[in-house]
């Protein structure tokens, strides 16, 4: 059973769309991550948000924490080809906890 | 300020053989992770070090994966023997240590082990 559900699994879209992506779990998170990673690379942190109803902005990306904790979205503007990678979402029960991460929304931006 | 720093990059070997990864992580960082991310997977963490004491291995499958960190600071992960579903890419990640709860893991690039 994965605690930390992502959808859509893969997405392509065109250049300059708007774009959602979801991760959601049965189980309240202290703290959710969202990471990008690329081929051959290793995940790179993109945001962390600890209380719930958060909402924190990277330029053209929105994140936000679900009131209870539960869930979270990431929301990308005027998607580019430089935003093509695969979207972790991770985060931890507790504070003490291991980090669980779920299995990643792949996105392809089209030129 | 150097990144985490993996090698190999790659390595293929097969059933039943012997490997191991090296890891040096980010200069001053306290805390040291091991990650399994399996193809179409998030990682999974196998095992994590604070200096060069176990926090957390529970995840580790200890009859065959082995994990050392001398001196609080480089490590080691080493698999013997070998199983086809080893293959996977192997993540180390390390970490300052805040007293806060919050946390940035720095990752490297990971070596992609094959098993034939």
């Known amino acids: 059973t994965q605690l930390l559900e992502q959808s859509p699994q893969f997405l392509s879209i065109q250049e300059g769309e708007n774009l959602t992506v979801y991760c959601n779990s049965s189980s309240v998170f202290s703290s959710l991550q969202w990471y990008r990673q690329e081929p051959g690379e290793g995940p790179v942190l993109l945001v962390t948000v600890v209380t719930g109803g958060e909402v924190k902005k990277l330029k053209r990306l929105t994140f936000q924490f679900g009131d209870a904790r539960k869930d979270s979205s990431l929301h990308i503007t005027a998607a580019q080809p430089g935003d093509t990678g695969l979207y972790l979402c991770a985060g931890k029960l507790n504070r003490d906890d291991k980090i669980i991460f779920g299995k990643g929304t792949r996105l392809h931006i089209l030129p | 300020e150097a990144g985490v720093a993996q090698s190999p990059r790659y390595k293929i070997i097969e059933k039943r053989q012997s490997v191991a990864f090296w890891c040096n992580p980010i200069s001053g960082h306290a805390t040291l992770y091991w990650y399994q991310q399996i193809l179409g997977q998030g990682p999974k963490l196998l095992i994590q070090f604070q200096n060069n004491g176990v926090v957390d291995d529970s995840q580790l499958p200890k009859d065959r994966f082995s994990a050392e960190r001398l001196k609080g600071v480089d490590s080691t992960l080493k698999i013997q023997p070998a199983k086809l579903e080893d293959s996977a890419v192997y993540l180390c990640?390390?970490?300052?240590?805040?007293?806060?709860?919050?946390?940035?893991?720095?990752f490297g690039p990971g070596t992609r082990l094959t098993v034939t």
């Open positions: 990640a390390s970490s300052f240590t805040s007293g806060t709860g919050t946390y940035e893991q720095y």
